[in-house]
């Protein structure tokens, strides 16, 4: 891999991850209403699910998605579905959570299988796929260097995101905050699920 596609890899990397999408989205709003402790196991979920998806798009599963409608739309279809059931639960919660409060959570496991049904994650996996590792006589050696520079930016960016979260939970413990703070959160999860209708 030249030092020019190296380059346009973290640009790409860096836009990609530090958008607003539904794993940042999570990731704040889970920080703000547990803690980054709590926060942490989706944060680091992320990551590993999405290198796995990466991996699957890799071997040609992505290819497949890409080439059968049907298997197309359902990965869609689940991922609304499921970005509108978050945003309904996140859109009610009015109190800070504390350890052991399950009001708002996404768990390691719900974190890994989220990336599989996002469509944002999808894109930009078949993206790096496409650009730099399909058609390649190196492809296994890109791939080495393509896999860990994006786990390490969705851990960052991710990480990034559930900080402010974390740093928000003072100023909205007053008042109705918290609650409209949610509902912001939600609403974006809700404009994310519309935008992945289009796509």
């Known amino acids: ?29 889970l920080a703000a209403n547990g803690g980054l402790p709590r926060a942490m196991r989706f944060v680091l979920a992320v990551p590993i699910g999405w290198t796995l998806l990466l991996a699957l798009c890799a071997a040609g599963v992505g290819a497949l998605v890409v080439a059968v409608p049907p ?31 399950a009001s708002v959570t996404v768990g390691f496991g719900q974190g890994v299988m989220l990336q599989f049904v996002n469509i944002k994650a999808w894109l930009l996996a078949l993206t790096l796929v496409a650009g730099w590792v399909a058609g390649h ?21 991710n990480f990034t995101y559930a900080l402010v979260g974390a740093l928000l ?12 703070f ?13 935008w992945m209708v289009k796509v």
């Open 71 to 101: 298997l197309r739309w359902a990965i869609k279809a689940l991922g609304i579905g499921y970005l509108l059931w978050l945003a309904f639960k996140l859109s009610g919660s009015a109190t800070l959570g504390k350890a052991g409060d």
């Open 182 to 194: 949610n509902r912001a959160m939600a609403a974006v999860l809700v404009l994310t699920a519309a």
């Open 137 to 157: 006589a190196d492809a296994l050696q890109r791939f080495a260097i393509v896999a860990p520079v994006m786990l390490f930016y969705a851990f960052v960016s």
């Open 1 to 29: 891999m030249t030092w020019q596609e190296f380059t346009a890899l973290l640009v790409l990397a860096t836009a990609m991850s530090f958008s607003p999408g539904p794993n940042t989205t999570l990731s704040t709003a």
């Open 169 to 180: 939970r003072g100023w909205l413990a007053q008042g109705r905050r918290l609650l409209w």
